[in-house]
């Protein structure tokens, strides 16, 4: 797990989208992997900016969110779908049908979750998947004591997701209790996973994620298993690690590696 400590969360979301950007690049037709929340935001604008100014082009790429609140349509303000459209996809050209999210108003939602992880598998799998964290340490809706196994399903949100969420609600009655969300075991399966994460809120939950056991208690634990993982985590949010010296020391020593190769 590569662990990049950044300076600011502006400087945090250009260095992710970069990670995004480089992909596209180099595989056009890319599965991308999206997430909501706050964190993502400022990646989000940026690969915006790097579509309109410096023509990055998402015409053949596909993608796939974690997750989707039960019972809001996909024009509901709060909704995730509306969230994506509004953050990203509405300004970049990525063809509306290659976009996928979760249905929070399926009639059947054990056979939507079938054919969405038969969508991913028919679509190659996922490239680089996008992740953030939530304040207990789970990532997509995997509430703490979800499987480390699990595949995308309905689940039930935990009180402190809903006490988190409610701020983009009129009042905290108003959030779902239910989500669709991709399992953890689903999330292991793309080949990248880059997770963002700033905020002191998330100091405790980046530190158990990322230096504590592998547990179902701490979802986003589950990124120690990946054989492919970056984690863009601001000061702040790195002031519980207790190996940030080291993580800053591996990529002061990446960068002095990348400057003598283009000096030569």
Avoid at 55 to 84: I, R, W
Avoid at 85 to 110: A, C, K, R, T
Wanted: charge should be negative; hydrophobic fraction near 40%.
């Amino acid at each position: 797990m590569e662990v990049v400590i950044c300076s600011t969360y502006e400087d945090l979301s250009k260095k992710a989208a970069k990670a995004i950007a480089d992909l596209v690049r180099a595989k056009p037709n890319a599965v991308l992997g999206g997430a909501t929340g706050s964190s993502p935001v400022g990646l989000y604008k940026e690969l915006i900016r790097m579509h309109k100014e410096e023509g990055l082009d998402f015409s053949k790429v596909t993608t796939f969110n974690l997750d989707e609140y039960v019972s809001l349509a996909p024009d509901h303000p709060q909704s995730y779908h509306y969230f994506m459209f509004d953050q990203l996809f509405g300004h970049i050209n990525v063809p509306p049908e290659n976009v996928h999210v979760p249905s929070g108003i399926s009639e059947d939602h054990e056979a939507f979750c079938a054919r969405y992880e038969q969508q991913i598998k028919e679509a190659g799998g996922i490239d680089i998947q996008i992740l953030g964290l939530g304040s207990d340490g789970h990532i997509a809706f995997n509430e703490p004591g979800s499987s480390l196994a699990s595949r995308t399903r309905l689940v039930t949100l935990a009180e402190q997701t809903i006490e988190d969420n409610a701020r983009f609600f009129d009042k905290k009655e108003d959030v779902p209790v239910h989500a669709i969300s991709m399992g953890v075991g689903t999330i292991l399966e793309a080949r990248k996973l880059l997770m963002v994460v700033n905020g002191k809120n998330k100091a405790s939950a980046l530190a158990d994620a990322l230096e504590g056991p592998v547990t179902c208690i701490c979802t986003a634990s589950a990124l120690q298993l990946h054989p492919d993982s970056i984690v863009f985590a601001d000061e702040e949010a790195a002031s519980q690690l207790k190996m940030r010296d080291y993580y800053n020391w591996v990529q002061k020593l990446k960068a002095e590696q990348l400057s003598k190769v283009c000096e030569r």
